[in-house]
């Protein structure tokens, strides 16, 4: 009987907490997702003020489309992603390979230093590589805001590889090597279709990253400017039809991007384990 009591008491606490945690998830969704669509909504805004809705036009993504300068920033962000996912990838597979498949002294301090970038405000960061480039004679550059972005993006890439390789362990290269296979040949043929989901869904979190990225960026640009860059930019005058057009564009573009890419690494990933 008390058994019973206390499965019926149990119960009828999960119905009297179904509405409270209804209606958090409903203003949590409220408070992420409305502040976007306002954004889209008023990115189609007749008129350029941002208080109230003036009516539907498309004015403002013509003029984006007009914009030389605005063009030129987004291509640069996107060259700049590219370069910095493919640095990233390269130093980030190699470091990972090198910090679960050998022993070495101070692994562990070093394994807690590689989370610094992702643990440090950007702030910080985007200070420190200015003093360096400073300190060295270099002018800020493209060369510059790309050294940056690697730093940022290279420890998100080694973790999601280094998370994969333990839970593989060694038994497939260690079966490989003893059947002849050289170390290079085991790697192109065994460890890296086994990673490769990491390593894709790493390069695409860099990528998000160095695409997204203003405050490092804004430290280390010279006369290169990157699209995020260019918007505070725009900003600085106030917020206009026109910033909300770009944010549009990129709020589309990230959605349409996140489901493609997830349901790509999740085939790759069903693939990988079978």
């Known amino acids: 009987m008390e058994i019973e009591k206390e499965k019926k008491s149990h119960k009828g606490r999960k119905k009297r907490s179904f509405p409270f945690l209804g209606i958090y998830a409903l203003l949590l969704y409220i408070f992420l997702y409305v502040p976007l669509v306002v954004v889209v909504l008023f990115s189609f805004s007749a008129t350029k003020t941002t208080v109230k809705f003036g009516g539907f036009s498309t004015e403002w993504y013509i003029r984006l489309a007009n914009d030389p300068n605005l063009i030129k920033a987004l291509l640069h962000s996107f060259e700049n992603g590219i370069y910095a996912v493919i640095t990233a990838i390269v130093l980030g597979t190699s470091g990972a390979i090198f910090i679960v498949r050998r022993q070495f002294f101070g692994k562990e301090v070093f394994l807690t230093l590689s989370q610094l970038p992702i643990l440090l405000p950007g702030i910080i960061i985007g200070i420190a590589l200015l003093m360096l480039f400073v300190n060295l004679n270099v002018s800020l550059s493209r060369f510059t805001i790309l050294a940056g972005h690697v730093a940022i993006t290279t420890p998100f890439v080694m973790f999601q590889v280094v998370g994969r390789l333990q839970r593989l362990g060694r038994t497939y290269e260690d079966a490989s090597m003893d059947l002849g296979a050289r170390p290079a040949k085991t790697f192109f043929l065994i460890t890296l279709p086994m990673i490769k989901t990491a390593i894709i869904g790493g390069g695409l979190l860099a990528f ?26 725009m900003m600085r005058f106030g917020l206009t039809p026109q910033v909300y057009a770009i944010s549009a564009i990129i709020l ?11 349901k790509f690494t999740g085939t790759k990933a069903e693939e990988a384990e079978r």
């Not at 998000?208 to 699209?227: A, K, Q, R």
């Not at 589309?252 to 997830?262: C, G, K, L, N, T």
């Open 208 to 233: 998000t990253i160095s695409f997204d990225e203003i405050i490092i960026t804004y430290f280390l640009t010279g006369t290169w400017m990157t699209l995020p860059v260019y918007i505070y930019g």
């Open 252 to 262: 589309v573009f990230s959605i349409v991007f996140i489901f493609f890419m997830a």
